[in-house]
Protein backbone atom coordinates (compact mmCIF):
# COMPACT_ATOMS: atom_id res chain seq x y z
CA UNK A 1 0.00 0.00 0.00
CA UNK A 2 1.07 3.83 -0.53
CA UNK A 3 0.52 6.43 2.18
CA UNK A 4 -2.45 7.66 0.19
CA UNK A 5 -4.56 4.23 1.21
CA UNK A 6 -4.38 5.57 4.22
CA UNK A 7 -7.71 7.53 5.35
CA UNK A 8 -7.81 11.46 5.23
CA UNK A 9 -8.46 11.81 8.62
CA UNK A 10 -5.51 9.64 9.30
CA UNK A 11 -3.12 11.68 7.18
CA UNK A 12 -4.50 14.85 8.12
CA UNK A 13 -3.80 13.41 12.03
CA UNK A 14 -0.11 12.92 10.68
CA UNK A 15 0.32 16.21 8.93
CA UNK A 16 -0.89 17.98 12.15
CA UNK A 17 2.93 17.38 13.46
CA UNK A 18 4.29 19.44 10.47
CA UNK A 19 4.91 23.32 10.69
CA UNK A 20 2.95 25.92 9.22
CA UNK A 21 5.61 26.35 6.68
CA UNK A 22 6.11 22.79 5.62
CA UNK A 23 2.47 22.54 4.88
CA UNK A 24 2.69 25.81 2.73
CA UNK A 25 5.62 25.32 0.55
CA UNK A 26 6.15 21.30 0.88
CA UNK A 27 3.29 19.38 1.22
CA UNK A 28 0.70 21.33 -0.87
CA UNK A 29 3.02 20.55 -3.51
CA UNK A 30 3.47 17.30 -3.82
CA UNK A 31 -0.26 16.05 -5.27
CA UNK A 32 -3.72 17.58 -5.81
CA UNK A 33 -4.97 15.22 -2.82
CA UNK A 34 -2.43 16.68 -0.49
CA UNK A 35 -3.21 20.19 -1.37
CA UNK A 36 -6.75 19.41 -1.01
CA UNK A 37 -5.62 17.96 2.94
CA UNK A 38 -3.99 21.04 3.48
CA UNK A 39 -6.67 23.01 3.51
CA UNK A 40 -8.29 20.80 6.44
CA UNK A 41 -9.14 23.83 9.15
CA UNK A 42 -7.64 21.77 11.94
CA UNK A 43 -4.32 21.81 10.43
CA UNK A 44 -4.55 25.81 10.72
CA UNK A 45 -5.78 25.96 14.53
CA UNK A 46 -2.95 27.51 16.14
CA UNK A 47 -0.77 29.96 13.90
CA UNK A 48 2.82 32.02 15.05
CA UNK A 49 4.18 34.16 12.95
CA UNK A 50 7.93 34.34 13.24
CA UNK A 51 10.08 37.60 12.06
CA UNK A 52 12.02 37.43 8.86
CA UNK A 53 13.60 41.04 7.79
CA UNK A 54 12.43 41.72 4.28
CA UNK A 55 12.39 45.32 4.04
CA UNK A 56 9.26 46.40 3.39
CA UNK A 57 7.50 43.46 2.00
CA UNK A 58 5.88 40.56 3.75
CA UNK A 59 7.48 37.34 3.48
CA UNK A 60 6.01 34.33 1.15
CA UNK A 61 4.69 32.33 3.57
CA UNK A 62 2.50 35.40 5.02
CA UNK A 63 1.56 36.84 0.80
CA UNK A 64 1.08 32.51 0.15
CA UNK A 65 -1.79 32.19 3.66
CA UNK A 66 -3.70 35.33 1.90
CA UNK A 67 -3.07 34.04 -1.64
CA UNK A 68 -4.45 30.38 -1.10
CA UNK A 69 -7.83 31.53 1.75
CA UNK A 70 -5.66 29.62 4.61
CA UNK A 71 -6.03 32.94 6.94
CA UNK A 72 -9.92 32.15 7.05
CA UNK A 73 -9.01 29.12 9.20
CA UNK A 74 -6.50 30.37 11.50
CA UNK A 75 -8.18 29.46 14.92
CA UNK A 76 -5.43 31.36 17.35
CA UNK A 77 -3.07 33.40 16.26
CA UNK A 78 0.03 35.33 17.69
CA UNK A 79 1.75 37.51 15.79
CA UNK A 80 3.31 41.07 15.95
CA UNK A 81 1.65 44.37 15.44
CA UNK A 82 4.11 45.40 12.47
CA UNK A 83 3.35 41.95 10.68
CA UNK A 84 -0.60 42.05 11.50
CA UNK A 85 -0.86 45.55 10.31
CA UNK A 86 1.25 44.52 7.33
CA UNK A 87 -0.68 41.89 6.59
CA UNK A 88 -3.96 43.47 6.59
CA UNK A 89 -2.52 46.09 4.35
CA UNK A 90 -1.62 43.30 1.49
CA UNK A 91 -4.98 42.34 1.12
CA UNK A 92 -7.73 45.23 1.87
CA UNK A 93 -10.75 42.28 1.65
CA UNK A 94 -8.85 39.83 3.62
CA UNK A 95 -10.77 38.73 6.46
CA UNK A 96 -9.70 36.01 9.44
CA UNK A 97 -13.18 34.82 9.74
CA UNK A 98 -12.05 32.00 12.03
CA UNK A 99 -10.01 33.41 13.97
CA UNK A 100 -11.45 33.76 17.72
CA UNK A 101 -7.82 34.59 19.38
CA UNK A 102 -5.18 36.82 18.64
CA UNK A 103 -1.87 37.52 20.30
CA UNK A 104 0.30 40.95 19.67
CA UNK A 105 1.66 41.75 22.88
CA UNK A 106 5.60 41.03 21.70
CA UNK A 107 5.25 44.57 19.62
CA UNK A 108 3.76 47.63 21.51
CA UNK A 109 0.86 48.74 19.69
CA UNK A 110 1.42 52.65 18.35
CA UNK A 111 -1.34 52.83 16.20
CA UNK A 112 -4.67 53.15 16.95
CA UNK A 113 -6.05 52.21 13.76
CA UNK A 114 -5.08 48.56 14.43
CA UNK A 115 -8.14 48.30 16.76
CA UNK A 116 -10.51 48.70 14.51
CA UNK A 117 -9.21 46.49 11.80
CA UNK A 118 -8.87 44.12 14.31
CA UNK A 119 -12.50 44.42 15.36
CA UNK A 120 -14.04 44.78 11.36
CA UNK A 121 -11.75 42.08 10.26
CA UNK A 122 -11.85 39.37 12.72
CA UNK A 123 -15.69 39.44 13.20
CA UNK A 124 -15.52 35.87 15.63
CA UNK A 125 -13.04 37.69 18.02
CA UNK A 126 -13.48 35.75 21.55
CA UNK A 127 -9.68 36.74 23.16
CA UNK A 128 -7.30 39.11 22.46
CA UNK A 129 -4.08 40.33 24.25
CA UNK A 130 -2.49 43.21 23.35
CA UNK A 131 -0.03 45.96 25.29
CA UNK A 132 -0.69 49.63 24.92
CA UNK A 133 1.80 52.41 25.31
CA UNK A 134 1.48 56.18 25.55
CA UNK A 135 0.57 56.81 22.15
CA UNK A 136 -2.44 55.38 22.03
CA UNK A 137 -5.68 57.13 22.52
CA UNK A 138 -7.46 54.90 25.12
CA UNK A 139 -10.69 56.07 25.37
CA UNK A 140 -10.99 55.05 21.77
CA UNK A 141 -9.32 52.37 22.21
CA UNK A 142 -11.83 50.61 24.66
CA UNK A 143 -14.47 52.19 22.61
CA UNK A 144 -13.50 50.06 19.74
CA UNK A 145 -12.83 46.75 21.43
CA UNK A 146 -16.42 47.47 23.44
CA UNK A 147 -17.80 46.05 19.87
CA UNK A 148 -16.46 42.33 21.03
CA UNK A 149 -17.99 40.05 23.23
CA UNK A 150 -14.57 38.71 25.08
CA UNK A 151 -14.29 35.52 26.92
CA UNK A 152 -10.77 36.14 27.46
CA UNK A 153 -9.19 39.47 28.12
CA UNK A 154 -5.16 40.47 28.31
CA UNK A 155 -4.30 43.81 28.54
CA UNK A 156 -0.77 45.30 29.83
CA UNK A 157 -0.51 49.37 30.01
CA UNK A 158 3.06 50.80 31.19
CA UNK A 159 2.38 54.96 31.10
CA UNK A 160 2.60 56.17 34.60
CA UNK A 161 0.97 59.73 33.80
CA UNK A 162 -2.17 58.52 32.64
CA UNK A 163 -2.85 55.64 34.26
CA UNK A 164 -5.55 57.50 36.29
CA UNK A 165 -7.39 57.69 32.27
CA UNK A 166 -6.39 53.88 31.71
CA UNK A 167 -8.36 52.77 34.68
CA UNK A 168 -11.41 54.83 33.93
CA UNK A 169 -11.88 53.54 30.58
CA UNK A 170 -10.69 50.08 31.59
CA UNK A 171 -13.25 49.85 34.41
CA UNK A 172 -16.09 50.93 32.24
CA UNK A 173 -15.41 48.66 28.85
CA UNK A 174 -15.26 46.02 32.13
CA UNK A 175 -18.28 46.72 33.33
CA UNK A 176 -20.05 45.96 29.74
CA UNK A 177 -18.16 43.03 29.47
CA UNK A 178 -20.85 40.10 31.21
CA UNK A 179 -19.00 37.25 29.29
CA UNK A 180 -15.66 37.38 30.28
CA UNK A 181 -14.02 34.09 32.07
CA UNK A 182 -10.84 34.66 31.98
CA UNK A 183 -9.17 38.27 33.02
CA UNK A 184 -5.53 39.62 33.13
CA UNK A 185 -4.26 43.02 34.03
CA UNK A 186 -0.89 44.22 33.95
CA UNK A 187 0.16 47.69 35.22
CA UNK A 188 2.59 49.61 36.84
CA UNK A 189 0.14 50.63 39.62
CA UNK A 190 -2.91 49.68 41.29
CA UNK A 191 -6.50 50.31 39.98
CA UNK A 192 -9.00 51.57 42.26
CA UNK A 193 -9.32 48.67 44.16
CA UNK A 194 -13.09 49.50 45.26
CA UNK A 195 -13.83 49.76 41.32
CA UNK A 196 -12.08 46.37 40.70
CA UNK A 197 -13.56 44.32 43.44
CA UNK A 198 -16.92 45.68 42.39
CA UNK A 199 -16.35 44.52 38.90
CA UNK A 200 -14.69 41.47 39.68
CA UNK A 201 -17.59 40.49 41.74
CA UNK A 202 -20.10 41.44 39.42
CA UNK A 203 -19.25 39.34 36.80
CA UNK A 204 -19.63 35.85 37.91
CA UNK A 205 -18.12 33.97 34.92
CA UNK A 206 -14.86 35.48 35.87
CA UNK A 207 -13.28 31.89 36.86
CA UNK A 208 -9.25 32.71 35.97
CA UNK A 209 -7.79 36.31 37.07
CA UNK A 210 -4.52 37.71 36.71
CA UNK A 211 -3.22 40.63 38.30
CA UNK A 212 0.33 42.42 37.67
CA UNK A 213 0.93 45.14 39.25
CA UNK A 214 3.30 46.55 42.31
CA UNK A 215 0.31 47.51 44.43
CA UNK A 216 -2.58 44.91 44.23
CA UNK A 217 -3.05 44.87 48.01
CA UNK A 218 -4.38 41.39 50.22
CA UNK A 219 -7.51 43.57 51.13
CA UNK A 220 -8.96 43.33 47.54
CA UNK A 221 -10.14 39.96 48.09
CA UNK A 222 -11.39 40.72 51.77
CA UNK A 223 -15.12 40.97 51.06
CA UNK A 224 -15.14 39.17 47.20
CA UNK A 225 -17.49 36.09 46.59
CA UNK A 226 -15.54 34.83 43.83
CA UNK A 227 -15.84 31.36 41.55
CA UNK A 228 -12.41 31.50 40.52
CA UNK A 229 -10.40 28.70 39.70
CA UNK A 230 -6.72 30.13 38.79
CA UNK A 231 -5.19 32.71 40.00
CA UNK A 232 -2.30 34.84 39.40
CA UNK A 233 -0.72 37.51 41.94
CA UNK A 234 2.09 39.67 40.86
CA UNK A 235 2.37 42.29 43.53
CA UNK A 236 4.62 43.39 46.60
CA UNK A 237 1.64 43.90 48.91
CA UNK A 238 -0.17 40.52 48.56
CA UNK A 239 0.99 38.42 51.58
CA UNK A 240 0.26 35.30 53.52
CA UNK A 241 -3.68 36.95 54.42
CA UNK A 242 -4.64 37.17 50.97
CA UNK A 243 -3.80 33.49 50.37
CA UNK A 244 -5.86 32.64 53.53
CA UNK A 245 -8.84 34.56 52.06
CA UNK A 246 -8.32 33.49 48.25
CA UNK A 247 -7.86 29.61 49.09
CA UNK A 248 -11.07 29.58 51.65
CA UNK A 249 -12.89 28.92 48.71
CA UNK A 250 -11.29 25.41 48.33
CA UNK A 251 -11.97 25.29 44.74
CA UNK A 252 -8.51 26.22 43.16
CA UNK A 253 -7.05 24.31 40.61
CA UNK A 254 -4.21 27.07 39.54
CA UNK A 255 -2.29 29.40 41.86
CA UNK A 256 0.74 31.85 40.51
CA UNK A 257 2.07 34.09 43.16
CA UNK A 258 5.68 34.41 41.73
CA UNK A 259 7.31 37.54 42.57
CA UNK A 260 5.28 38.33 46.14
CA UNK A 261 7.52 39.09 48.66
CA UNK A 262 5.53 39.12 51.59
CA UNK A 263 4.35 36.02 51.27
CA UNK A 264 5.78 33.05 53.99
CA UNK A 265 5.62 29.53 54.71
CA UNK A 266 2.47 30.64 56.70
CA UNK A 267 0.88 31.71 53.69
CA UNK A 268 1.98 28.57 51.53
CA UNK A 269 0.32 26.29 54.32
CA UNK A 270 -2.61 27.86 53.46
CA UNK A 271 -2.84 26.22 50.15
CA UNK A 272 -1.86 22.93 51.18
CA UNK A 273 -4.83 23.30 54.02
CA UNK A 274 -7.36 24.45 51.58
CA UNK A 275 -6.57 23.03 47.98
CA UNK A 276 -6.81 19.64 47.61
CA UNK A 277 -7.75 19.98 44.03
CA UNK A 278 -4.59 22.06 43.31
CA UNK A 279 -3.23 20.92 39.49
CA UNK A 280 -0.92 24.25 39.29
CA UNK A 281 1.45 26.19 41.53
CA UNK A 282 4.17 28.99 41.22
CA UNK A 283 5.84 30.72 44.03
CA UNK A 284 9.21 32.01 45.01
CA UNK A 285 11.00 35.37 43.89
CA UNK A 286 14.74 36.59 43.70
CA UNK A 287 14.10 38.28 46.84
CA UNK A 288 12.46 35.40 48.85
CA UNK A 289 13.88 34.58 52.24
CA UNK A 290 10.65 34.12 54.08
CA UNK A 291 9.65 30.48 53.01
CA UNK A 292 11.78 27.51 53.62
CA UNK A 293 11.07 23.66 53.25
CA UNK A 294 8.34 23.56 55.88
CA UNK A 295 6.22 25.31 52.92
CA UNK A 296 7.19 22.86 49.94
CA UNK A 297 6.35 20.09 52.55
CA UNK A 298 2.85 21.55 53.90
CA UNK A 299 2.00 21.56 49.77
CA UNK A 300 3.40 17.35 49.57
CA UNK A 301 0.97 16.84 52.34
CA UNK A 302 -2.52 18.73 50.97
CA UNK A 303 -2.09 18.61 47.19
CA UNK A 304 -1.96 15.30 45.79
CA UNK A 305 -3.80 16.00 42.28
CA UNK A 306 -0.74 18.64 41.71
CA UNK A 307 0.20 18.17 37.93
CA UNK A 308 3.08 21.31 37.61
CA UNK A 309 5.20 22.91 40.42
CA UNK A 310 7.07 25.66 39.72
CA UNK A 311 9.50 27.58 42.94
CA UNK A 312 12.39 29.74 42.62
CA UNK A 313 14.73 30.96 44.90
CA UNK A 314 14.08 28.68 47.63
CA UNK A 315 17.23 27.66 48.85
CA UNK A 316 17.14 25.30 51.17
CA UNK A 317 14.58 22.43 49.42
CA UNK A 318 15.91 19.32 50.59
CA UNK A 319 15.07 15.79 49.87
CA UNK A 320 12.46 15.69 52.75
CA UNK A 321 9.66 17.50 51.17
CA UNK A 322 11.15 16.72 47.28
CA UNK A 323 10.74 12.64 48.51
CA UNK A 324 7.49 13.30 50.06
CA UNK A 325 6.18 15.23 47.26
CA UNK A 326 7.00 12.35 44.10
CA UNK A 327 5.49 9.91 46.82
CA UNK A 328 2.48 11.88 47.25
CA UNK A 329 1.73 13.81 43.75
CA UNK A 330 1.82 10.97 41.46
CA UNK A 331 0.42 12.67 38.83
CA UNK A 332 3.06 15.25 38.52
CA UNK A 333 3.68 16.16 34.54
CA UNK A 334 6.40 19.28 35.16
CA UNK A 335 8.59 20.42 37.70
CA UNK A 336 10.60 22.96 38.39
CA UNK A 337 13.10 24.04 40.98
CA UNK A 338 15.25 27.28 39.98
CA UNK A 339 18.17 28.69 41.89
CA UNK A 340 19.99 26.62 44.36
CA UNK A 341 17.99 23.79 46.44
CA UNK A 342 20.21 21.39 48.25
CA UNK A 343 18.38 18.32 47.52
CA UNK A 344 20.60 15.11 46.43
CA UNK A 345 19.83 12.29 43.72
CA UNK A 346 17.81 10.64 46.47
CA UNK A 347 14.89 13.34 45.17
CA UNK A 348 15.83 11.90 41.46
CA UNK A 349 15.07 8.31 42.73
CA UNK A 350 12.04 8.96 44.03
CA UNK A 351 10.50 11.14 40.99
CA UNK A 352 11.90 8.77 38.92
CA UNK A 353 9.97 6.16 41.19
CA UNK A 354 6.86 7.63 41.62
CA UNK A 355 6.06 10.14 38.98
CA UNK A 356 5.45 7.97 35.79
CA UNK A 357 3.67 10.74 33.92
CA UNK A 358 6.62 13.50 34.04
CA UNK A 359 7.53 15.43 30.61
CA UNK A 360 9.27 18.29 31.63
CA UNK A 361 11.89 18.78 34.84
CA UNK A 362 14.27 22.08 34.90
CA UNK A 363 16.74 22.21 37.78
CA UNK A 364 18.65 24.85 37.68
CA UNK A 365 22.05 25.62 40.27
CA UNK A 366 21.06 22.37 41.98
CA UNK A 367 24.81 21.52 42.15
CA UNK A 368 24.34 18.54 44.35
CA UNK A 369 22.98 16.46 42.10
CA UNK A 370 25.28 14.00 40.27
CA UNK A 371 25.28 12.01 36.32
CA UNK A 372 23.97 8.64 38.25
CA UNK A 373 20.65 10.40 39.59
CA UNK A 374 20.15 12.29 36.39
CA UNK A 375 20.52 8.99 34.27
CA UNK A 376 18.04 7.12 36.95
CA UNK A 377 15.35 10.01 35.94
CA UNK A 378 15.93 9.62 32.39
CA UNK A 379 15.45 5.55 32.21
CA UNK A 380 12.63 5.96 34.92
CA UNK A 381 10.44 8.66 33.36
CA UNK A 382 11.04 7.36 29.58
CA UNK A 383 8.22 9.65 28.78
CA UNK A 384 9.79 12.89 29.52
CA UNK A 385 10.22 15.22 26.44
CA UNK A 386 12.49 18.20 28.13
CA UNK A 387 15.19 17.72 31.09
CA UNK A 388 17.37 21.19 31.77
CA UNK A 389 19.91 20.83 34.11
CA UNK A 390 21.23 24.67 33.81
CA UNK A 391 24.14 25.35 35.71
CA UNK A 392 24.39 22.42 38.15
CA UNK A 393 27.90 22.26 38.58
CA UNK A 394 28.32 18.53 40.41
CA UNK A 395 26.72 16.26 37.03
CA UNK A 396 30.25 17.00 35.78
CA UNK A 397 32.46 16.16 39.01
CA UNK A 398 33.63 12.94 40.42
CA UNK A 399 31.65 13.31 43.91
CA UNK A 400 33.96 13.00 47.19
CA UNK A 401 30.88 13.18 49.44
CA UNK A 402 30.31 9.92 51.17
CA UNK A 403 27.20 10.54 51.33
CA UNK A 404 26.29 11.16 47.39
CA UNK A 405 28.80 8.46 47.00
CA UNK A 406 26.06 6.27 49.37
CA UNK A 407 22.85 7.22 46.96
CA UNK A 408 25.00 6.59 43.53
CA UNK A 409 25.59 2.96 44.84
CA UNK A 410 21.54 2.95 45.98
CA UNK A 411 20.85 3.90 42.90
CA UNK A 412 23.10 1.72 40.51
CA UNK A 413 22.12 -1.52 42.53
CA UNK A 414 18.58 -0.59 42.28
CA UNK A 415 18.67 0.20 38.62
CA UNK A 416 20.84 -2.14 36.12
CA UNK A 417 21.36 0.68 32.85
CA UNK A 418 22.62 -2.09 30.56
CA UNK A 419 19.71 -4.40 30.74
CA UNK A 420 16.79 -2.61 30.27
CA UNK A 421 14.52 -5.20 28.50
CA UNK A 422 11.14 -5.34 28.50
CA UNK A 423 9.39 -9.05 27.19
CA UNK A 424 6.77 -8.83 25.03
CA UNK A 425 3.70 -11.04 25.02
CA UNK A 426 4.73 -12.42 21.91
CA UNK A 427 7.89 -13.86 23.41
CA UNK A 428 10.00 -11.22 21.30
CA UNK A 429 11.90 -8.48 23.39
CA UNK A 430 12.38 -4.79 23.02
CA UNK A 431 14.47 -2.42 24.22
CA UNK A 432 13.25 0.30 26.35
CA UNK A 433 14.31 3.71 26.30
CA UNK A 434 14.03 7.04 26.78
CA UNK A 435 11.76 9.50 24.87
CA UNK A 436 13.58 12.59 25.94
CA UNK A 437 13.90 15.26 23.21
CA UNK A 438 15.79 17.99 24.76
CA UNK A 439 18.36 17.77 27.14
CA UNK A 440 20.32 21.01 28.14
CA UNK A 441 23.61 21.15 29.69
CA UNK A 442 24.46 24.58 29.70
CA UNK A 443 26.41 25.56 32.66
CA UNK A 444 27.61 22.39 33.92
CA UNK A 445 30.97 22.78 34.32
CA UNK A 446 33.65 20.18 33.25
CA UNK A 447 30.79 17.88 32.31
CA UNK A 448 33.31 15.21 30.04
CA UNK A 449 32.71 13.69 26.92
CA UNK A 450 32.49 9.87 28.80
CA UNK A 451 29.79 11.98 31.11
CA UNK A 452 27.95 12.95 28.09
CA UNK A 453 28.09 9.64 26.34
CA UNK A 454 26.49 8.08 29.69
CA UNK A 455 23.63 10.37 30.12
CA UNK A 456 22.77 10.08 26.10
CA UNK A 457 22.86 6.57 25.38
CA UNK A 458 19.51 5.97 26.31
CA UNK A 459 18.18 8.78 24.69
CA UNK A 460 18.14 8.12 20.52
CA UNK A 461 14.87 10.63 20.08
CA UNK A 462 17.17 13.54 21.03
CA UNK A 463 16.82 16.28 19.10
CA UNK A 464 18.59 18.64 21.17
CA UNK A 465 21.23 18.78 23.19
CA UNK A 466 23.57 21.82 25.02
CA UNK A 467 26.55 21.95 26.61
CA UNK A 468 28.98 24.82 26.02
CA UNK A 469 31.64 24.44 28.32
CA UNK A 470 34.90 25.49 26.77
CA UNK A 471 37.44 23.45 29.45
CA UNK A 472 35.74 20.51 27.49
CA UNK A 473 37.38 19.57 24.24
CA UNK A 474 34.37 18.76 21.86
CA UNK A 475 35.85 16.03 18.65
CA UNK A 476 34.76 14.56 15.77
CA UNK A 477 35.02 11.58 17.57
CA UNK A 478 32.52 12.98 20.11
CA UNK A 479 29.98 14.25 17.25
CA UNK A 480 29.91 10.94 15.25
CA UNK A 481 29.46 9.13 18.45
CA UNK A 482 26.28 11.10 19.44
CA UNK A 483 24.64 11.05 15.76
CA UNK A 484 25.62 7.16 15.94
CA UNK A 485 23.49 7.06 19.17
CA UNK A 486 20.86 10.06 18.65
CA UNK A 487 20.54 9.47 14.55
CA UNK A 488 17.29 12.57 15.61
CA UNK A 489 19.82 15.06 16.47
CA UNK A 490 19.24 18.39 14.63
CA UNK A 491 20.64 21.31 17.14
CA UNK A 492 23.81 20.92 19.02
CA UNK A 493 25.92 23.91 20.96
CA UNK A 494 28.94 21.96 22.02
Known sequence: ????????????????????????????????????????????????????????????????????????????????????????????????????????SEDLLRSGKIFAEICNRCPCLERIKIWAVAGVDVKKMFKVLSKKKFIDFDVGYYNEDRQQDFDKYLLSFLAA???IQQLSLRTLHSHDEHDLARIIEGNPPITSLCLSSNYISSHLFKRLHLNLTKIAIHSNLFDDQGLEWLTSTKQLVSINVKDCEAITDKGISFIGQNCPSL???????????????????????????????????????????????????????????????????????????????????????????????????????????????SCCRGIGMEQSNVDLQKTSSTITSRYDFTENIQIESSGASTKKHSHLKRLNLFGCLNTSNETL????????????????????HCNDQLISDLLRICSLLDTTYM
Open 279 to 389: ENLTFGNHMQTKISNDGLLSVAQGCSKLKTLHTSYIWNINDDSVVLLAKSCRLLQKVSFEKGAQFTDASLVAIGDNCPLLKFAHFKECDKLTKHGVLYLITSCIYMETLDL
Open 453 to 472: LYLVKQCPDLRYLSRTDTSV
Open 1 to 104: MTINNLPPEVLVKILSFLAPKDLLFVIRNVCHFWRDLTSSICLWNYVEYTYEPRKDKLNRFYRSLVKHKLVNFIVNLKITEELFWKLLKYDKHVKFASLKSIDI
Open 177 to 179: QPH
